[in-house]
Protein backbone atom coordinates (compact mmCIF):
# COMPACT_ATOMS: atom_id res chain seq x y z
CA UNK A 1 0.00 0.00 0.00
CA UNK A 2 2.72 1.89 0.58
CA UNK A 3 4.36 1.56 -3.11
CA UNK A 4 1.42 1.18 -4.98
CA UNK A 5 -0.98 3.85 -3.36
CA UNK A 6 1.49 6.22 -1.29
CA UNK A 7 -0.01 5.87 1.90
CA UNK A 8 2.12 6.99 5.05
CA UNK A 9 1.98 4.03 7.91
CA UNK A 10 -0.30 6.08 9.80
CA UNK A 11 -2.69 5.60 6.99
CA UNK A 12 -2.38 1.74 6.09
CA UNK A 13 -2.80 1.28 10.44
CA UNK A 14 -6.05 3.22 10.17
CA UNK A 15 -7.55 1.73 7.09
CA UNK A 16 -10.78 0.19 7.48
CA UNK A 17 -12.27 -2.45 5.99
CA UNK A 18 -15.05 0.20 4.84
CA UNK A 19 -12.06 2.79 3.12
CA UNK A 20 -12.38 -0.49 0.56
CA UNK A 21 -14.39 0.21 -2.27
CA UNK A 22 -13.29 -2.93 -4.32
CA UNK A 23 -16.81 -3.63 -6.20
CA UNK A 24 -16.88 -0.60 -7.95
CA UNK A 25 -16.30 -0.13 -11.62
CA UNK A 26 -13.41 1.89 -10.95
CA UNK A 27 -12.18 0.39 -7.59
CA UNK A 28 -10.63 3.01 -4.66
CA UNK A 29 -9.59 3.02 -1.20
CA UNK A 30 -10.57 6.07 1.05
CA UNK A 31 -7.52 7.38 3.02
CA UNK A 32 -10.00 8.75 5.96
CA UNK A 33 -7.25 9.01 8.77
CA UNK A 34 -4.73 11.13 6.35
CA UNK A 35 -2.23 13.28 8.00
CA UNK A 36 -3.68 16.52 9.59
CA UNK A 37 -7.08 15.26 8.84
CA UNK A 38 -6.44 15.56 5.11
CA UNK A 39 -8.50 12.95 3.01
CA UNK A 40 -8.40 11.49 -0.35
CA UNK A 41 -9.90 9.35 -2.80
CA UNK A 42 -7.17 7.34 -4.48
CA UNK A 43 -7.89 4.53 -7.40
CA UNK A 44 -6.78 1.29 -6.10
CA UNK A 45 -3.79 -0.23 -8.13
CA UNK A 46 -5.19 -3.92 -9.84
CA UNK A 47 -1.70 -5.44 -7.66
CA UNK A 48 -3.18 -4.10 -4.14
CA UNK A 49 -6.75 -4.96 -5.05
CA UNK A 50 -5.67 -8.67 -5.78
CA UNK A 51 -3.47 -8.98 -2.26
CA UNK A 52 -6.44 -7.34 -0.51
CA UNK A 53 -9.01 -10.36 -1.97
CA UNK A 54 -6.16 -13.09 -1.01
CA UNK A 55 -6.93 -11.42 2.88
CA UNK A 56 -9.20 -12.84 5.31
CA UNK A 57 -10.58 -9.40 5.29
CA UNK A 58 -13.19 -8.20 8.19
CA UNK A 59 -17.05 -6.94 7.19
CA UNK A 60 -15.64 -4.30 9.02
CA UNK A 61 -13.09 -2.27 11.10
CA UNK A 62 -9.77 -2.69 11.18
CA UNK A 63 -8.30 -4.09 7.85
CA UNK A 64 -4.76 -5.10 9.39
CA UNK A 65 -5.32 -6.20 12.94
CA UNK A 66 -2.01 -7.19 15.27
CA UNK A 67 -2.59 -11.17 16.77
CA UNK A 68 -4.51 -10.15 19.89
CA UNK A 69 -6.53 -7.53 18.19
CA UNK A 70 -6.59 -4.06 17.96
CA UNK A 71 -4.97 -1.57 15.24
CA UNK A 72 -0.87 -1.48 14.48
CA UNK A 73 0.64 1.47 15.82
CA UNK A 74 2.12 3.12 13.04
CA UNK A 75 5.37 2.93 14.67
CA UNK A 76 5.42 -0.65 15.01
CA UNK A 77 3.78 -1.12 11.26
CA UNK A 78 6.50 0.49 9.86
CA UNK A 79 9.80 -1.20 11.92
CA UNK A 80 7.76 -4.68 10.79
CA UNK A 81 7.28 -3.57 7.20
CA UNK A 82 11.19 -2.11 7.01
CA UNK A 83 12.39 -5.60 9.02
CA UNK A 84 10.08 -7.73 6.41
CA UNK A 85 11.94 -5.73 3.80
CA UNK A 86 15.49 -6.67 4.55
CA UNK A 87 14.77 -9.66 5.46
CA UNK A 88 14.05 -9.68 1.93
CA UNK A 89 16.86 -8.09 0.32
CA UNK A 90 15.26 -4.86 -0.06
CA UNK A 91 17.55 -2.10 1.28
CA UNK A 92 14.29 0.36 1.54
CA UNK A 93 11.75 1.42 4.35
CA UNK A 94 8.09 1.95 3.63
CA UNK A 95 8.73 5.62 3.36
CA UNK A 96 10.75 5.04 0.65
CA UNK A 97 8.42 3.35 -1.13
CA UNK A 98 5.88 5.97 -0.74
CA UNK A 99 8.38 8.50 -2.05
CA UNK A 100 8.94 5.62 -4.98
CA UNK A 101 5.31 6.08 -5.93
CA UNK A 102 5.27 10.03 -5.85
CA UNK A 103 8.19 9.53 -8.48
CA UNK A 104 6.45 7.17 -10.08
CA UNK A 105 3.43 9.23 -10.48
CA UNK A 106 4.97 12.24 -11.69
CA UNK A 107 7.16 10.67 -14.33
CA UNK A 108 4.24 9.31 -15.88
CA UNK A 109 1.99 12.13 -15.35
CA UNK A 110 3.98 15.01 -14.99
CA UNK A 111 1.43 16.49 -13.27
CA UNK A 112 2.54 17.76 -10.10
CA UNK A 113 -0.89 18.99 -8.17
CA UNK A 114 -1.88 15.17 -9.38
CA UNK A 115 0.67 13.59 -7.75
CA UNK A 116 0.42 16.31 -4.51
CA UNK A 117 -3.40 15.18 -4.18
CA UNK A 118 -2.39 11.43 -4.30
CA UNK A 119 0.46 11.49 -1.82
CA UNK A 120 -2.08 14.22 0.37
CA UNK A 121 0.45 16.97 0.93
CA UNK A 122 -0.96 20.21 1.60
CA UNK A 123 1.65 22.04 -0.27
CA UNK A 124 3.31 21.61 -3.75
CA UNK A 125 6.76 22.64 -1.95
CA UNK A 126 6.71 19.43 -0.03
CA UNK A 127 5.35 17.43 -3.16
CA UNK A 128 8.26 18.47 -5.18
CA UNK A 129 11.08 17.01 -2.26
CA UNK A 130 9.23 13.15 -3.22
CA UNK A 131 9.38 13.52 -7.32
CA UNK A 132 12.19 12.91 -8.44
CA UNK A 133 13.70 15.05 -12.19
CA UNK A 134 14.99 13.24 -14.78
CA UNK A 135 17.87 15.08 -16.47
CA UNK A 136 16.95 13.77 -19.98
CA UNK A 137 13.89 14.98 -20.35
CA UNK A 138 15.68 19.06 -19.66
CA UNK A 139 17.61 19.28 -22.85
CA UNK A 140 14.44 18.21 -25.04
CA UNK A 141 12.12 20.92 -23.10
CA UNK A 142 14.30 23.18 -23.48
CA UNK A 143 15.00 22.72 -27.06
CA UNK A 144 11.01 22.44 -27.86
CA UNK A 145 10.83 26.13 -26.69
CA UNK A 146 9.68 28.50 -30.21
CA UNK A 147 9.20 31.85 -30.80
CA UNK A 148 6.65 32.06 -33.77
CA UNK A 149 7.24 33.95 -36.86
CA UNK A 150 4.65 36.73 -35.25
CA UNK A 151 7.45 37.06 -32.31
CA UNK A 152 4.68 35.32 -30.21
CA UNK A 153 6.19 32.46 -27.73
CA UNK A 154 4.46 28.87 -29.15
Request: glycine fraction near 10%; aromatic fraction near 8%; hydrophobic fraction near 40%.
Amino acid sequence: MAAYQGLRCQEIAGFDREDVLGTREQPVIVVVHGKCGYQRIIALHPEVLSALRCLPMPRSGPLFSRPRGGRYPAAQLSYGVNQWLHGIGIEATAHQLRHWFGTGIYAQTHDIRLTQELLGHQSPDTTAIYVAWAAVDAAPAVAALKIGATGRLK
